[in-house]
Structure formats: structure tokens, C-alpha cells
């Protein structure tokens, strides 16, 4: 049964830091990765989505990476700000196509 | 920029009330998807609908829950009896199909008192 885990479940940093967010699954196959970000009390926003061929997708500061083989994706946040105070959440589809949605990492930039 | 919309936005209601959801996808996206996300986790899928028909609702409390989409485009969530349990955000989104990109709305709030 696939797993999807987001650690750590919260991070704080300072404005201007780079920080790499970490997701794991636990079966390897997979048809895509997606990131998404969620403001408090609103709806999610793709981030990036990245398909099981790929090794890496970049949108502005966020780059999102993929290794299927270990179970691991990675989403760096580049000169980071204020703004990028949200819960980001990964989720994978696996064959039977339904989404298995990690519990987010919850972010907070410091100015 | 399209997007999905969803009303409410927050809905108060008594327990075993009855409460509606209502969604109108992206246009020309045929897979509509209703979600329920607890605070600190993450979304579960209640029902997946591609154009009319539902692909999977194994998740969907079908003794109170309920949704349609009889045209294939907007899309309905009922719930009736409403219980203190369903106190939760409900999520509508849309794709142009399988392993492609989805998009979310805003999501509906529940409050059941």
C-alpha cells in the first residue's frame, strides 16, 4: 500500500533562506508527483507536477526533483520570502490513478 | 485565468440537517473530483466522476453522502443527515483527465453544531 510521509510537519526560517521540503513514498511505481501549496483556510494550488520519467520540473524560485528508486522528491524554495508562509503538500498517482496525498509540511518565513 | 468555483464558501448547519455542495469545474475539464481535508491532513478523495459517471466512490459515506454530476460539467455534494463528524473543508477540483494537472477551488467549510 502506497504511503506518501512530508518531514518535518512544520519549519520555520528567515526571509532571503534557501529550503529544500522533503516528501517520501513508499512503492516506487508511480505515473506522476505533484506539489501543491495551500494557504490557511483556502484551496490548494498546483505547484509543480513532475512524471515518473522525469528527474526534475523548475517554475520561478521552486524546483522540484524526483527519484523514484529511493522513494523521494524534493522541493527547493529559492530566496525565500514572506509570502511563501503556506502548507505544502506532495502527492502521488499511482496505477489505480487516485491520489495518495502526504500531510503537508507546514512553512513559515520569517521576515 | 479559469478557475473552479465552489459555494458556499462556509456553511453553519444543525446536526442531522441537510447541507449541499455545489461545483463548477473548469471548462472542458471531465474529471471532476469531490475531496474532504481535515485540519493537519491531508485530502480524501470522497468521489471521482469522469464527465457524467462515477469512477470511484469507495470512500463516500453512501448512507448520508451524495453526489451527481447529471450533465457532466457542475457537480453536487449532499449531505443528509449532517453529523458533528462532518465538521470539515470539502474540496472540489478538476483535470482534463488522469495524470494530468489538478486544479482545486476554494473549498466549502463545514461547520455541523
Known amino acids: 500500500k502506497q504511503e506518501v510521509t512530508q518531514i518535518p510537519a512544520a519549519l520555520s526560517v528567515p526571509e532571503g533562506e534557501n529550503l529544500v521540503l522533503n516528501c517520501s513514498f513508499t512503492?516506487?511505481?508511480?505515473?506522476?508527483l505533484q506539489w501543491f501549496r495551500q494557504d490557511p483556510g483556502k484551496g490548494l494550488t498546483s505547484l509543480l507536477l513532475?512524471?515518473?520519467s522525469q528527474r526534475e520540473q523548475t517554475s520561478g524560485r521552486l524546483n522540484a526533483s524526483l527519484d523514484k528508486s529511493s522513494g523521494r522528491s524534493t522541493l527547493y524554495i529559492a530566496a525565500s520570502q514572506p509570502g511563501d508562509s503556506a502548507t505544502y503538500l506532495c502527492?502521488?498517482?499511482?496505477?489505480?490513478?487516485?491520489?495518495?496525498w502526504g500531510a503537508g509540511t507546514k512553512l513559515i518565513i520569517k521576515p | 485565468e479559469a478557475e473552479v468555483a465552489q459555494s458556499p464558501r462556509y456553511k453553519i448547519t444543525e446536526k442531522s440537517q441537510a447541507v449541499a455542495f455545489w461545483c463548477d469545474p473548469i471548462?472542458?475539464?471531465?474529471?471532476l473530483y469531490w475531496y474532504r481535508q481535515i485540519l493537519g491532513q491531508g485530502p480524501e478523495l470522497l468521489v471521482q466522476?469522469?464527465?457524467?459517471?462515477?469512477?470511484?466512490d469507495s470512500q463516500l459515506p453512501k448512507d448520508r453522502f451524495s453526489a451527481e454530476r447529471l450533465k457532466g460539467v457542475d457537480s453536487t455534494l449532499k449531505i443528509q443527515p449532517a453529523e458533528l463528524g462532518d465538521s470539515a473543508m470539502y474540496l472540489c477540483?478538476?483535470?482534463f483527465g488522469d495524470g494530468n494537472t489538478i486544479y482545486f477551488g476554494e473549498g466549502s467549510w463545514l461547520t455541523v453544531v
Open positions: 466522476f469522469q464527465d457524467e459517471s462515477v469512477v470511484d
Open positions: 513532475i512524471q515518473s
Open positions: 512503492d516506487s511505481a508511480i505515473y506522476n
Open positions: 477540483a478538476s483535470s
Open positions: 471548462s472542458g475539464h471531465a474529471t
Open positions: 502527492a502521488v498517482l499511482p496505477s489505480n490513478y487516485q491520489l495518495i
